[in-house]
Nanobody, 127 residues
Framework: QLHFVESGGGLVQPGGSLRLSCVVSGSTVNYHAIGWFRQAPGKEREGVSCINTRSGSTNYADSVKGRLTISEDNTKNTVYLQMDNMNPDDAADYYC????????????????????WGQGTLVTVSS
């Protein structure tokens, strides 16, 4: 059974930075991608980035390109999300589900991801 622990969230001023971490444990073999999704109050869950754990290829939502960077450390079963030049639209709970769908470039469609979610990590952007 998969288990996710997201961390690194907090309060940051506009223009500031955070680095989120997600440790995956349990039945970790054979998943193809890990994504970062976020959900703000009253809004639908939104995919912001993902990484293909086989090839290392990445994908980003247009709203975060150039500001967020996803990376992974396979030796630690950990994926990171470096968030720079943050703005109030980045405020949300962040989650890191995995996908077993074998695609070349991972997609930011929640239907591709296993319906197993961690508790998330809360990001607040405010001056």
């Amino acid at each position: 059974q998969l288990h996710f622990v997201e961390s690194g969230g907090g309060l940051v001023q506009p223009g500031g930075s955070l680095r989120l971490s997600c440790v995956v444990s349990g039945s970790t073999v054979n998943y193809h991608a890990i994504g970062w999704f976020r959900q703000a109050p009253g809004k639908e869950r939104e995919g912001v980035s993902c990484i293909n754990t086989r090839s290392g290829s990445t994908n980003y939502a247009d709203s975060v390109k150039g500001r967020l960077t996803i990376s992974e450390d396979n030796t630690k079963n950990t994926v990171y999300l470096q968030m720079d030049n943050m703005n109030p639209d980045d405020a949300a709970d962040y989650y890191c589900p995995v996908s077993y769908v074998p695609v070349g470039v991972c997609v930011l469609d929640v239907s591709h991801y296993l319906e197993v979610w961690g508790q998330g990590t809360l990001v607040t952007v405010s001056s």
